[in-house]
């Protein structure tokens, strides 16, 4: 049972235009959301956050938006780069000060077309 | 350059045998973490190991275990190795035991043939 969905696996945009990634999640327990990028034989790097007291986060052309009521939160990036091309995945936790089990969603392959 | 380092980044073994993957954290990092990418899928966590201790469990299978070292490093163990196996196992460090980013090394690619 996926507990984080990302329901596109793939996902086209042309440059300078806007690109939105979207997750869905089924654990209401989940209150800390990272977006995280990956490009081909690299390990995931962390793009951005947002805890559940939030409904937007924003980090220059990336900003992340939670809809708690919905489960679900969507990656905006503005203006998309052609170097914005990567695999982006989706992660969720329930905050803890003993241990932290993040639940990584299976990615959306982004295509930034020149 | 995340500062995790992974070793080693290729290993092709065979069915039945056993392996052991290296993880050095981030300098000052006291939390490690494992994780399972299997082809097309998403990161499967495994396991967090903060200061030495073990800290949470994912779904990681009887025949691994790691542990982490007294200098922080942490060691990946897979026995029995079966097909199913195969895949790239990254290891993670964070600061905090609790929440906060996690920065990824580069993965060690395990082939079981």
């Known amino acids: 049972d996926q507990q984080v969905k990302q329901n596109s696996p793939s996902l086209s945009v042309q440059e300078g235009r806007i690109s939105i990634l979207n997750c869905d999640y089924t654990?209401?327990?989940?209150?800390?959301f990272l977006w995280y990028k990956k490009y081909p034989a690299e390990g995931p790097t962390f793009l951005i956050s947002i805890s559940s007291i939030k409904d937007k986060n924003e980090d220059g052309r990336f900003t992340v938006f939670l809809n708690k009521s919905a489960k679900h939160l969507s990656l905006h990036i503005v203006p998309s780069q052609p170097g914005d091309s990567a695999v982006y995945f989706c992660?969720?936790?329930?905050?803890?000060?003993?241990?932290?089990?993040?639940?990584f969603g299976p990615g959306t392959r982004l295509s930034v077309l020149p | 350059d995340s500062g995790v380092t992974q070793t080693p980044k290729h290993l092709i073994t065979a069915t039945g045998q056993r392996v052991t993957l290296r993880c050095s954290p981030r300098?000052?990092?006291?939390?490690v973490y494992w994780y399972q990418q299997s082809l097309d899928q998403g990161l499967q966590f495994l396991i967090q190991y903060y200061n030495g201790e073990e800290r949470a469990k994912g779904n990681i299978l009887e025949r691994f275990s790691a542990q982490q070292f007294p200098d922080l490093h942490s060691e990946l163990n897979l026995s029995s190795l079966e097909l199913g196996d195969s895949a790239l196992y990254f290891c993670?460090?964070?600061?905090?035991?609790?929440?906060?980013?996690?920065?990824f090394g580069e993965g060690s690619r395990l082939t079981v043939l």
């Open positions: 300098s000052g990092d006291l939390s």
């Open positions: 992660a969720a936790s329930i905050r803890s000060n003993y241990g932290q089990n993040f639940v």
């Open positions: 654990n209401s327990m989940f209150d800390y």
């Open positions: 993670a460090s964070s600061i905090r035991q609790g929440p906060g980013e996690l920065f």
